[in-house]
């Protein structure tokens, strides 16, 4: 597999949203608990993202907010046993992705021109949920996207990916499509995540 692009230009600090917005979701699938006012007050330590998983032809970016934490002790994407990234992906490429080791789902991705990141680059957070972070460094998107000339398509995994996505690609004339987090803690019937995931073969063909 080729190496991974270097992401282009700096990125850009995004204030972090509070309230009712992902209270009860962790996009990594790692809840650690009910949220409460108390932890949306812990800073928590400085989070770094990992880097791109992509080739130069790639038609189809997909991108999470910022790991959780067994993603970044793994140093893998969507590294936690109850994420269902890797299971609803089966359907967009239709190959047995879970049965395979973490770097062959990569080059299988790889192969049919799937990319992964993640819209945040640091940011500030007690465990993995996505209403504690803080401090929010964002990726910058628009530089990256400009260095895909094949690309058709941003899919955002959950509402934190899709709201600061959305915002750093504001001028594109790329399909962006918002999707319903990976995470067991967004509780849609998997059915309804499979069907809205698996039409992201569209942008392959």
């Known amino acids: ?38 932890a ?19 038609r189809l970016l997909i991108l999470g907010s910022l790991p959780g934490e067994a993603s970044l002790r793994a140093a893998r994407y ?6 269902q990234f890797w299971h609803l992906m089966q359907g967009v490429v239709g ?21 992964l990141w993640d819209v945040v680059h640091t940011a500030r957070r007690s465990g993995s949920l996505d209403g504690a972070m803080r401090e929010i460094e ?14 058709r398509a941003v899919a955002f995994n959950g509402g934190t990916a899709a709201r600061l996505g959305r915002r750093a690609l504001a001028g594109t004339t790329l ?4 999707l319903p987090s990976s995470s067991p803690a967004y509780t849609l019937p998997f059915a309804e995540k499979a069907r809205r995931w698996t039409a992201l073969g569209g942008f392959l063909d």
């Open 78 to 83: 969507y590294a936690h046993p109850r994420n």
């Open 175 to 178: 399909a962006l499509v918002d």
């Open 95 to 115: 190959a047995p992705l879970d049965a395979l080791d973490y770097h062959e789902r990569l080059e299988e991705l790889g192969t049919r021109r799937i990319a």
């Open 1 to 38: 597999m080729q190496q991974p692009l270097a992401a282009a230009g700096r990125f850009r600090p995004i204030a972090a949203a509070a309230g009712q917005q992902n209270r009860e979701q962790a996009e990594d699938g790692e809840v650690e608990g009910p949220w409460h006012e108390g």
């Open 138 to 151: 964002a990726r910058d998107l628009a530089g990256f996207v400009a260095g895909l000339p094949e690309l």
């Open 40 to 58: 949306a007050n812990m800073i928590g330590a400085l989070k770094h993202g990992l880097p791109p998983v992509v080739r130069p032809d790639a």
